[in-house]
Structures are given as structure tokens and as C-alpha cells.
């Protein structure tokens, strides 16, 4: 199996950026897809974007597109989510969540994932 830990949240205020890293532990880094998703208080876990395994495919919410951008180090074994022009609206606990995948598979359904981190708080100010 795989451990995932998140960090890089905070407070910024709208406008600004913030990358967020989430570092993998366990089994080979490469053998899984991943993704990052979020909650807001009182609301479900929304899907922010994901990427295959070889990551060369991507999938982004709408919400996010033009202003997150995902990618992979595999020397490091870790992710990231590249926010910026943040907005109040992306507040929320962020997550990065793995599972085992064929080489192009992207997934975008938080209950397609395995794995998933603590969580990371990401608060964007007005």
C-alpha cells in the first residue's frame, strides 16, 4: 500500500497562490494514478483534478481549469496543485488521494480512490 501527507496549506489572500505537495510513501510511486479533491464545511468532497500514473494525461474540475495545475516528481515521489488567482470559493480542506491504475487512466470519483492523506487546510481570504 501506499501513505500519503499533504502539506503546503494556509492563508492567502484572494488572488494569490500556493502549491500544495503531497508526498508518497510505500509501494512504487509510478504504479499509481492520482488526485486532489476538497471539502468546504457542510459540503461533500468536490473533485479538483487528477492525473495518470505516467503523467501524461490530466483532468481538471472546471472550476480550476486555467488557474491549478497538477504534476508529478518522481525522483521525489511526491505531487503537487499549482494554485493560483485563488479565490474565496477554493477554501477547503484539500486531499490527495492514489489508487493502482493502468498507465493512461485518469480518475475523477473520490470513490475510485484507495488512498487518501490527512488533508490539507486551504483558506482564501477576501
Known amino acids: 500500500q501506499v501513505q500519503l501527507r499533504e502539506s503546503g496549506g494556509g492563508l492567502v489572500q484572494a488572488g494569490g497562490s500556493l502549491r500544495l505537495s503531497c508526498a508518497a510513501s510505500?509501494?512504487?510511486?509510478?504504479?499509481?494514478?492520482m488526485g486532489w479533491f476538497r471539502q468546504a464545511p457542510g459540503q461533500e468532497r468536490e473533485f479538483v483534478v487528477a492525473?495518470?500514473?505516467?503523467?501524461?494525461?490530466?483532468k481538471y474540475a472546471d472550476s480550476v481549469k486555467g488557474r491549478f495545475t497538477i504534476s508529478r516528481d518522481y525522483a521525489k515521489n511526491t505531487m503537487y496543485l499549482q494554485m493560483n488567482s485563488l479565490k474565496p470559493e477554493d477554501t477547503a480542506v484539500y486531499y490527495c488521494?492514489?489508487?493502482?491504475?493502468?498507465?493512461?487512466?485518469?480518475?475523477?470519483?473520490?470513490?475510485?480512490?484507495?488512498?487518501w492523506g490527512q488533508g490539507t487546510q486551504v483558506t482564501v481570504s477576501s
Open positions: 488521494a492514489a489508487e493502482l491504475a493502468a498507465s493512461r487512466v485518469v480518475l475523477s470519483t473520490a470513490s475510485e480512490y484507495h488512498y
Open positions: 510505500g509501494r512504487t510511486f509510478s504504479s499509481y494514478a
Open positions: 492525473v495518470s500514473r505516467n503523467g501524461g494525461t490530466n
